[in-house]
């Protein structure tokens, strides 16, 4: 059975499967779908074409569904589908996409702290990191157990790798490959998430390719391109995930090029 406070508004057309909570004060928009045993605490906001999975945690005054900040919106059904086991702790938003159709995409198991900002049409992945007061601009693709730090941005267009961590009071201008750390304004790649990876479950020797990928690209002085090219030719390179994942990175599709 889902528990509605008496206080909470659930707009006729909202669809709350069993067990969803929704709190005193609460507003839940006509186009809403909540996931089983998600709460939406007291005073919290979803609205909009919002799908949320199941055991979502909603905090106080979270505003999730928003209508994009974008001025290029021009009409139509833009949507925010979010996963399972999330926590938009409170005062966090959470923006539809800008064009009909498309989607802002936010994984699984992510924790997203006071004050944060997802933007319109971002795709953030699975564990997920946001410190209070972080910001992701329009169209930023942020990896899975990616960390940003307090108070820091990732400009419109960015993409930060799987394991990386923009450190706090940051601004990121340009794309933070995975398993490195940025840090400054703007942010300069300047070590490897080690703790992230200890944390993860990653081997000394993976640990020590990701530091080796490190120097090679950003401490011998070579153009990012002949940097990536040399990372390649390495022996560890066809057997190792960490230098796998470093040149998928650098290779993809980017508007911003590499930090």
């Not at 979270?62 to 409170?90: C, M, Q, S, W």
């Not at 995409?105 to 946001?130: E, F, P, Q, R, T």
């Not at 961590?165 to 933070?176: F, H, N, P, R, T």
């Amino acid at each position: 059975m889902t528990k509605i406070h008496p206080t909470a508004i659930v707009e006729k057309g909202a669809e709350l499967d069993d067990g969803v909570e929704v709190g005193a004060y609460a507003y839940i928009g006509p186009e809403v779908r909540i996931g089983k045993n998600t709460v939406v605490a007291h005073h919290a906001t979803v609205d909009g074409n919002t799908s949320l999975g199941c055991d979502n945690s909603v905090f106080p005054y979270a505003f999730i569904g928003g209508k994009t900040h974008d001025l290029k919106y021009r009409g139509g059904k833009p949507g925010l589908v979010i996963g399972d086991r999330n926590v938009f702790r409170e005062y966090t938003t959470a923006h539809l996409a800008t064009s009909d159709g498309r989607n802002t995409v936010i994984g699984n198991d992510n924790n997203i702290l006071a004050y944060s900002h997802i933007a319109h049409d971002c795709v953030v992945g699975n564990k997920i990191v946001m410190s209070s007061h972080a910001a992701l601009g329009g169209h930023v693709v942020l990896e899975d157990n990616a960390v940003i730090g307090w108070g820091s941005g990732a400009h419109q267009f960015c993409r930060i790798g799987a394991y990386a961590m923009l450190s706090a009071s940051s601004k990121l201008v340009k794309d933070l490959p995975p398993f490195f750390m940025a840090d400054g304004s703007p942010a300069e790649v300047c070590a490897i998430n080690k703790i992230n990876m200890q944390r993860n479950g990653f081997s000394v020797e993976e640990i020590d390719v990701a530091y080796s990928a490190f120097k090679l690209i950003y401490r011998q002085r070579l153009s990012r391109t002949h940097a990536i090219e040399e990372l390649a030719k390495r022996e560890n390179a066809a057997g190792s995930r960490v230098v796998s994942a470093i040149l998928e990175f650098a290779c993809g599709e980017s508007e911003r090029g590499l930090a």
